[in-house]
Structures are given as structure tokens and as C-alpha cells.
């Protein structure tokens, strides 16, 4: 995950695959890594949108944070579910 902040501190365009941005439970861990942009498919912007909305960037970086504390994809999945 560090290559997202250095990308983001120099501005680098950072992209997703599109099933991961269209998740809604990984929309929080994206914003909070500092994508500004998502590429999401059509049916999946009403959630996406709303996800953004309703999410504080603090509450999204709180997020990210706790994220690179874990160890395993199982435990990250796990906790973007929870939120």
C-alpha cells in the first residue's frame, strides 16, 4: 500500500480495477488511501455514491490506517465488511 501514498504525494494517476472500486464495502478503504477517482461500472455508482457521501475523509483514513496494520487479505476483507 505504500506505492498508493507516494503516488498520491506526487499526484501519479493511481488506478483500480473496476470491481474493486464498484465494491461498496472497498469504496471507504479506497478513499481513505487517497483515490480521488474511481472507475466504477454503471449499475454499481448509486452505492458508490452514496458510500461517498456519507463517509467523512477522517473515518476513511481511520479505515485505511487499521488496514495496514493486518497481515492477510482474509483479515482485510473481513474488516472492509465490518465497516
Known amino acids: 500500500m505504500a506505492w ?7 499526484r501519479a494517476i493511481l ?3 473496476p470491481e474493486f472500486a464498484g465494491n ?7 478513499l481513505g ?6 472507475s466504477v461500472s454503471g449499475p454499481s455508482i ?6 461517498i457521501r456519507s463517509t467523512s475523509y477522517v473515518e476513511a483514513k481511520a479505515l485505511a490506517e487499521k ?3 493486518l497481515e492477510t487479505a ?3 476483507v473481513e ?5
Do not use: C, R, Y
Not at 488511501?33 to 474511481?38: F, N, R, S, V
Open 4 to 10: 498508493v501514498f507516494a503516488g498520491v504525494s506526487v
Open 15 to 17: 488506478s483500480q480495477h
Open 24 to 30: 461498496e464495502a472497498a469504496t471507504k478503504l479506497l
Open 33 to 38: 488511501l487517497g483515490l480521488d477517482e474511481l
Open 46 to 51: 448509486p452505492g458508490v455514491k452514496s458510500i
Open 67 to 69: 488496514v495496514m496494520d
Open 74 to 76: 482474509d483479515q482485510v
Open 79 to 83: 474488516l472492509i465488511k465490518e465497516s
